[in-house]
């Protein structure tokens, strides 16, 4: 596998600054997209993150990175976050925080886990959970350059319920023959799914990956064991490691 180089320092990029909550909108029970309006932002690439910073009235701060949800074209940032029950961050910016607030961040932070319309297709995307939020931005990117690129995405969810922006991508592969989106969920089904219903593997992903001649560029995303499954599946069927992308979001699986 591609391994991920650390980011290069990026000065003047990198400096705290207050975005403004525009809205806060629902995408599951426990997920919830923070739209920011953020003044001076100079724009990002499709995959990038930022590091968002709180500070309690004592002073104590702590640290997180969100991957940018919004596509480049969009007018503002977006966020996506999912509340893990026992976390410090993540139940605050689900919960607490409301349109007209404001948060701390800094980035765009990342260049390596990026897509952008010239590097073209075909594409693969697998995401766990809330890994879907950075390849999200990659399809809502090549959705508004017109990029005619074909992309997959396979996406683990626990349940229906949980899919994140299940209408929007739903949505996106009506409106668009070169794109696919083939959902499976690992916890409990819809009565007369007949979709996959168990953790993705290699006979998952041989059924529903481009095949290695094809050369697919390759983004895993979501839970370490997800991802390192995932990646390791593929190049087990012999795809390039060079070609396949991987960030981790977490210690747990799904
Ligand atoms: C580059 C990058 C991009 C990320 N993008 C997103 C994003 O778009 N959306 C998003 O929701 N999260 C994202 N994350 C994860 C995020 O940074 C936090 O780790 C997450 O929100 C939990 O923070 P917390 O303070 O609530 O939990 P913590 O207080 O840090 O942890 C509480 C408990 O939950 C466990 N835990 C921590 N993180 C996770 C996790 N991701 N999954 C399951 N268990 C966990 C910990 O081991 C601990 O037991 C990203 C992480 C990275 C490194």
């Known amino acids: 596998m591609a391994t991920q180089p650390r980011p290069a320092a990026q000065p003047g990029r990198l400096l705290w600054r207050v975005g403004e909550v525009f809205e806060v909108v629902e995408e599951t029970p426990t ?59 993540s139940p605050y910016l689900t919960e607490d925080l409301m349109a007209g607030d404001g948060l701390e961040l800094r980035g765009p932070i990342g260049g390596y886990f990026v897509w952008e319309r010239g590097l073209g297709g075909p594409l693969l995307l697998v995401a766990g959970g809330s890994g879907v939020v950075p390849l999200m931005a990659m399809l809502r990117h090549r959705a508004a350059s017109g990029s005619g690129a074909p992309a997959k995405l396979l996406f683990s969810s626990r349940s229906q319920e949980e899919v994140i922006y299940r209408d929007e991508l739903e949505r996106l592969a009506e409106a668009d023959e070169k794109l696919e989106v083939v959902h499976t969920l690992t916890r409990s089904q819809p009565e007369g799914w007949e979709g996959y219903a168990r953790r993705i593997d290699e006979e998952m992903l041989r059924e529903v990956a481009p095949s290695p001649s094809e050369e697919p560029l390759t983004f895993i995303c979501g839970p370490t064991p997800l991802v390192e499954a995932t990646a390791a599946a593929l190049v087990e069927l012999g795809h390039d490691p060079a070609g396949v992308k991987t960030e981790r979001f977490g210690p747990t699986g799904g």
Do not use: F, M, N
């Not at 993150?49 to 969100?66: I, K, M, N, P």
């Open 31 to 89: 997920t919830k997209s923070l739209v920011l309006s953020v003044p001076g932002w100079e724009g990002h690439k499709a995959g990038q993150h930022v590091d968002v910073r709180l500070t309690a009235e004592d002073g104590y701060q702590v640290q997180r990175s969100y991957s940018i949800a919004s596509a480049p074209e969009d007018e503002r940032l977006a966020i996506t976050v999912d509340r893990i029950e026992d976390g410090e961050v």
